[in-house]
């Protein structure tokens, strides 16, 4: 497979210089795969939980934004029962300038700060907006449950 010279730099870039609490690792038989382990940000409900995602870079990357879903299962108002995220990077405002380092980043601070007001998981939303402490307990579950 001719992966882009774009593709290779990104990859040697992300295996030789990682972002702190992300592990990327580029599938053995396809380049355009990737194995991600994103660590739960301090002082988040995911604190202390190691998430598996994958990420695949279609045919017209860096046109086209990265395939990315989280294949640990994780409570989260930005991220459904089928692991896709709801992230603007990664439909409507994805551009060429950026990295799958910056998807990553973004994921990562997604952790951080979920938002409620653009949801993908619905009900899950709907309890971070009635009663914040009761999502945030229940996400600290799924974290233990899920991703330890």
Same mark, same amino acid.
């Given at each position: 497979?001719?992966?882009? &010279?774009? #593709?290779?730099k990104?990859?040697?870039?992300?295996?030789?210089?990682?972002? *702190?609490?992300? +592990?990327?690792? @580029?599938?053995?038989?396809? /380049? &355009?795969?990737?194995?991600?382990?994103?660590?739960?940000?301090?002082?988040?409900?995911?604190? /202390? /939980? &190691?998430?598996?995602?994958?990420?695949?870079? @279609?045919?017209?990357?860096p046109?086209?934004?990265?395939?990315?879903?989280? #294949?640990?299962? #994780?409570?989260? @108002?930005?991220? !459904?029962?089928?692991?896709?995220?709801?992230? !603007?990077?990664?439909?409507?405002?994805?551009?060429?300038?950026?990295?799958? &380092?910056?998807?990553?980043?973004?994921?990562?601070?997604?952790?951080?700060?979920?938002?409620?007001?653009? @949801?993908?998981a619905?009900?899950?939303? *709907?309890?971070?907006?009635?009663?914040?402490?009761?999502?945030?307990?229940?996400? +600290?579950?799924?974290?233990?449950?899920?991703?330890?």
């Amino acid at each position: 497979m001719d992966l882009s &010279r774009r #593709i290779q730099k990104e990859t040697l870039r992300l295996v030789k210089d990682p972002v *702190q609490g992300i +592990r990327v690792v @580029p599938d053995e038989s396809n /380049g &355009r795969y990737f194995h991600v382990v994103i660590s739960g940000p301090e002082d988040s409900p995911f604190e /202390g /939980g &190691r998430f598996k995602l994958e990420l695949f870079l @279609p045919v017209e990357y860096p046109m086209a934004a990265p395939k990315v879903r989280f #294949i640990t299962r #994780i409570y989260h @108002p930005n991220v !459904d029962k089928l692991g896709r995220i709801c992230l !603007d990077i990664l439909k409507d405002k994805w551009s060429p300038a950026l990295q799958i &380092r910056t998807v990553l980043l973004s994921i990562q601070a997604l952790l951080s700060a979920p938002n409620p007001d653009d @949801p993908l998981a619905n009900d899950v939303a *709907q309890l971070w907006k009635t009663d914040e402490p009761k999502a945030l307990r229940t996400a +600290r579950e799924w974290t233990k449950l899920h991703a330890k």
